[in-house]
């Protein structure tokens, strides 16, 4: 919970516009918020717990951090991407060719690409860190679908449902 505000005694913040200020304060490790009575700047120290946020994240970091949760859920060592892969690649091989006699079909294993595909990533750099565009005029006029914009290379293109 928040500390009192000194000026007025709420204890109630509000988001701040993110900015030249707002970025300086981050890359301090601070949080800065307004109060919601008074308006007043408030700053806040950020948890040394906070790592990296979802949508600033590549494919590949999300694939390793995917393989983390999996391992920590089967309670076994996380492994690297680069093995996973490998052991996957083996696998698949095994399974592909089953003995004449056996007639049963090789079981189909999720892959970790599977998880990765259900995030909406940016068309042009893969980046998931993107937000609400607002329309132009003439796409308003033909009723077009909403647009994000990638916060990595800026690109422009239809909103993921």
């Known amino acids: 919970m928040a500390s009192a505000c000194p000026r007025c005694g709420a204890t109630k ?3 701040v516009r ?3 200020v707002y970025d300086t304060f981050s890359m301090l490790g601070y949080r ?10 408030r700053v806040f120290k950020r948890s040394a717990s906070t790592g990296r946020r979802v949508d600033e994240m590549t494919v590949e970091e999300l694939r390793e951090k995917f393989n983390q949760e999996i391992a920590k ?21 095994d399974e592909s060719a089953p003995a004449e006699g056996q007639g049963r079909p090789a079981s189909q294993k999720p892959e970790a690409d599977d998880a990765v595909d259900d995030y909406r990533l940016c068309p042009k750099c893969g980046s998931s860190n993107y ?27 239809p909103y993921p449902r």
């Not at 800065?32 to 700047?41: G, H």
């Not at 609400?132 to 293109?157: D, G, I, Q, T």
């Open 13 to 15: 913040t509000e988001s």
């Open 18 to 20: 993110h900015g030249f």
């Open 32 to 41: 800065l918020r307004r109060c919601s009575s008074c308006n007043r700047w």
């Open 73 to 93: 859920t089967l309670r076994k060592p996380p492994v690297s991407a680069e093995t996973s892969a490998q052991e996957m690649t083996q696998e698949s091989q």
């Open 131 to 157: 937000h609400r565009s607002r329309r132009r005029w003439y796409e308003k006029l033909v009723k077009s679908r909403r647009m994000a914009r990638c916060m990595r290379c800026n690109h422009r293109f």
